[in-house]
T-cell receptor, first 110, second 113 residues
Framework: RKEVEQDPGPFNVPEGATVAFNCTYS??????FFWYRQDCRKEPKLLMS???SGNEDGRFTAQLNRASQYISLLIRDSKLSDSATYLC???????????FGRGTSLIVHP | GAGVSQSPSNKVTEKGKDVELRCDPI?????LYWYRQSLGQGLEFLIY????????KSGLPSDRFSAERTGGSVSTLTIQRTQQEDSAVYLC???????????FGPGTRLTVT
């Protein structure tokens, strides 16, 4: 089983839709969790950290479920500019090396 | 402030040649990472530097790959005797001490012909 797994998609949604992605991780000792977005032929950019209690940043909400070992990203009121690949990143305790998922592709259409 | 910079942005080289890729992290960031990303693939960790500590080289795929970081700032990734399978985007990221959020440079697209 891969350490970090994501549904590659693509998720194809209309503008204004709400869309959610999950990411599962296999190592129960994982301590830090992040979502990055990567536009085509660009570098990954930090979208948000994921906190145990869940956190929100505008239209984006991230959740952590330690019991089931997954994190989620919810995007409300999707915009065309949200089209990108969303990377799940997990870091296990005691390590400085994060593991990146292969990403979930989102396409928002008019 | 200035972000992470990398040079060159593109590099085309012949199989068997050596290449050097440069990364200039965000000022004050003590941690520096190198990754590579092949077309349609995820990020593959290569090497990690933290301050003056010995680097974590556990991700380097072969002894043709090496990296150094001078003065705790600029880093150079060297690939000797390049092979076609080395073709990828090489990404550098930096972060603050004790923080795990990483900030990436724009990458170097390496093509080995």
């Amino acid at each position: 089983r891969k350490e970090v797994e994501q549904d590659p998609g693509p998720f194809n949604v209309p503008e204004g839709a709400t869309v959610a992605f999950n990411c599962t991780y296999s190592n129960s000792a994982s301590q830090s969790f992040f979502w990055y977005r990567q536009d085509c032929r660009k570098e990954p950019k930090l979208l948000m950290s994921v906190y145990s209690s869940g956190n929100e940043d505008g239209r984006f909400t991230a959740q952590l479920n330690r019991a089931s070992q997954y994190i989620s990203l919810l995007i409300r009121d999707s915009k065309l500019s949200d089209s990108a690949t969303y990377l799940c990143v997990v870091r296990r305790g005691g390590s400085y090396i994060p593991t990146f998922g292969r990403g979930t592709s989102l396409i928002v259409h008019p | 402030g200035a972000g992470v910079s990398q040079s060159p942005s593109n590099k085309v080289t012949e199989k068997g040649k050596d290449v050097e890729l440069r990364c200039d992290p965000i000022s004050g960031h003590t941690a520096l990472y190198w990754y590579r990303q092949s077309l349609g693939q995820g990020l593959e960790f290569l090497i990690y530097f933290q301050g003056n500590s010995a680097p974590d080289k556990s991700g380097l795929p072969s002894d043709r790959f090496s990296a150094e970081r001078t003065g705790g700032s600029v880093s150079t990734l060297t690939i000797q005797r390049t092979q076609q399978e080395d073709s990828a985007v090489y990404l550098c990221a930096s972060s603050l001490l004790g923080k795990y959020e990483q900030y990436f440079g724009p990458g170097t697209r390496l093509t080995v012909t």
